[in-house]
């Protein structure tokens, strides 16, 4: 299965013309099937508590003065800091066993593009060969966005680590919280992948 949707990324071309209409047309297909996979796993897995209290704490203090930024700075934070992170490297956090093909590290690029732009609620514009995926986005913006709203809002549950969380105590996000929140929310994902 190919998920290069680039003519001029295509094994042996050189100028970009060995790329049929067809080939690109069922690559195209693959991705948005491989994305709309990996998104319906980032909405079903649950939400790591200790970013989605975070992510309530920049959104309180966000919601005084710049109520409108707070979908875009909970998405960056989520899809900039962690998710398109571990899609790309997943070899970094344990997710995957040994460095990617290149071809995989191709398609986890690619990947993270279309889930990148997905959070952020952006169509690509520049990228001539990405463009194919902007029904996607579109089709699924509305659900991205309740899915971002949702796991931004934190409510205290008695299976929470106290000890993390006190009224009057800042949270770090240390390596160790980090890697275990990068495998919780996108371990799901690379579940047959390898």
């Known amino acids: 299965v190919s998920y290069e949707i680039d003519k001029n990324r295509l094994e042996g071309s050189t100028d970009g013309n060995q790329m049929?209409?067809?080939?690109?047309?069922?690559?195209?297909?693959?991705?948005?099937?491989?994305?709309?996979?990996?998104?319906?796993?980032?909405?079903?897995?649950?939400?790591p508590p200790e970013l989605s209290f975070i992510l309530s704490q920049i959104r309180d203090k966000l919601s005084s003065n710049y109520e409108d930024l707070t979908q875009g700075v909970s998405s960056n934070f989520i899809f900039l800091r962690f998710m398109c992170l571990a899609i790309t490297t997943p070899n970094q956090f344990g997710l995957w066993k040994d460095n990617p093909e290149p071809k995989t590290i191709r398609?986890?690029?690619?990947?993270?593009?279309?889930?990148?732009?997905?959070?952020?609620?952006?169509?690509?514009?520049?990228?001539?060969?990405?463009?194919?995926?902007?029904?996607?986005?579109?089709?699924?913006?509305?659900?991205?966005?309740?899915?971002?709203?949702?796991?931004?809002?934190?409510?205290?549950?008695?299976?929470?680590?106290?000890?993390?969380?006190?009224?009057?105590?800042?949270?770090?996000i240390t390596d160790q919280i980090k890697t275990r929140c990068i495998k919780w929310m996108v371990g799901e994902i690379y579940v047959n992948r390898q």
């Open 20 to 47: 049929n209409t067809d080939d690109r047309f069922v690559n195209v297909l693959h991705l948005k099937l491989a994305a709309q996979s990996t998104f319906n796993k980032i909405r079903t897995v649950p939400f």
């Open 107 to 172: 398609f986890l690029v690619i990947m993270s593009k279309v889930i990148q732009n997905l959070g952020f609620g952006v169509e690509f514009g520049k990228e001539e060969s990405m463009r194919d995926l902007n029904d996607f986005i579109l089709q699924n913006r509305e659900s991205m966005a309740e899915w971002v709203d949702s796991v931004s809002r934190y409510d205290y549950s008695p299976d929470f680590d106290d000890e993390l969380v006190k009224a009057d105590q800042k949270v770090e």
